[in-house]
């Protein structure tokens, strides 16, 4: 577990890279708490990994962290095979 600035964890942290007919695009999932905060924390961290990753974000993908993203994604489904009854979703 990664501990970020505040204490929260971070659960789980992983990319992917996913090749397609436009060429590759890399694909990272976070597990957290709070999504929201996970992302603050990242856009002010003075963490050396945390400053070159948002360097890397911004000339790669000219993705500004410090900069608002828009509204969070619609989760349409969250299954688990640990906890069946919980995810089912209406």
């Known amino acids: 577990m990664l501990r970020l600035g505040d204490g929260k964890v971070l659960a ?3 990319v992917w890279l996913q ?17 929201a905060r996970a992302f603050e ?4 961290s003075p963490e050396p ?4 990753l948002r360097g890397l974000l911004l000339d790669t993908y000219k993705l500004d962290l410090a900069e608002p993203a828009g509204p969070p994604p619609e989760q ?4 688990s095979a640990d906890e069946p009854e919980e995810n ?3």
């Open 41 to 44: 924390l990242m856009a002010t």
């Open 12 to 14: 789980r942290q992983g």
């Open 88 to 90: 089912a979703r209406s």
């Open 76 to 79: 349409i489904l969250d299954w």
């Open 19 to 35: 090749q397609g007919p436009d060429g590759p695009r890399e694909i990272m999932v976070m597990e957290t708490d709070d999504p």
């Open 49 to 52: 990994f945390d400053v070159w």
